[in-house]
Nanobody
Framework: QVQLVESGGGLVQAGGSLRLSCAAS????????MGWYRQAPGKQRELVAT???????NYADSVKRRFTISRDNAKNTVFLQMDSLKPEDTAVYYC???????????WGQGTQVTVSS
């Protein structure tokens, strides 16, 4: 089992920045991928960015060159630096991890990000 605690969401004006954090505890030695997803009202949950244990990253086209995902393996924490935010980035952002041995995926509780125009 893995527990995920997110922080850093909030309200920001368009063009502003926010930094999300997600701390993992539990069966953390088995985590292979950490990432962020988001879900806007009336829309499906979508991938934002992922980072592997080898620090390979992947981004949704809509956030490339604006968002940066990073990972502190010593603190079992994943970050999402969000710059040049747009109103369309408004969503609940969820942290997620995938375990190496079982392939199971665990989700955080979500944190609201609201970007005003």
């Amino acid at each position: 089992q893995v527990q995920l605690v997110e922080s850093g969401g909030g309200l920001v004006q368009a063009g502003g920045s926010l930094r999300l954090s997600c701390a993992a505890s539990g069966s953390i030695l088995s985590i292979v991928v950490m990432g962020w997803y988001r879900q806007a009202p009336g829309k499906q949950r979508e991938l934002v960015a992922t980072v592997t244990s080898g620090s390979s990253t992947n981004y949704a086209d809509s956030v490339k060159r604006r968002f940066t995902i990073s990972r502190d393996n010593a603190k079992n924490t994943v970050f999402l630096q969000m710059d040049s935010l747009k109103p369309e980035d408004t969503a609940v952002y969820y942290c997620a991890v995938v375990l190496r041995d079982t392939g199971r995926m665990f989700w955080g509780q979500g944190t609201q990000v609201t970007v005003s125009s």
